[in-house]
């Protein structure tokens, strides 16, 4: 039976485990936690392999996060598009409503200033 380390991913908590750890259950605590040999009588290969899916794990973290970034980056874009947009919106809405208003009132003075100058037919 070897002396092994837990170390938690981020290498602030660390535990020394011995086999009986292992055996009585407590594997559910140690899937939190990377399983390193004190004693260093891991192969190689296996040794490489782990540094290489750390490397990994770091890279996929660092892509998480610049993805997430550029998404954030683009919903605030994409909200100030939109607040644009219905500003936009809004404006020319106020401006057709005046125009609306405007030739409602011409028209009804037009219909006034014809009122007057024709007699109604039923006055003949």
């Known amino acids: 039976r070897g ?6 991913p981020g290498g602030r908590h660390s535990k020394a485990v011995t ?20 004693s260093s009588t891991l192969p190689q290969e296996v040794a490489k392999a782990d540094a290489h ?6 890279e996929a973290s ?7 970034m550029k998404n954030r980056e683009a919903v605030r874009e994409s909200r100030v ?27 009804k003075a037009l219909k006034d200033t014809h009122a007057q100058n024709t007699p109604c037919p039923c006055c003949k």
């Open 81 to 107: 598009k939109k607040k644009e947009y219905i500003k936009c919106l809004e404006d020319r809405m106020y401006l057709l409503e005046n125009i609306n208003k405007t030739l409602t009132r011409e028209i």
């Open 19 to 38: 086999g009986e750890e292992t055996k009585t259950g407590n594997s559910g605590n140690l899937i939190a936690y990377k399983l390193c040999n004190t």
């Open 3 to 8: 002396r092994f380390l837990l170390e938690k």
């Open 62 to 68: 660092l892509k998480r996060e610049q993805r997430l």
């Open 53 to 58: 899916s750390s490397l990994v794990s770091v």
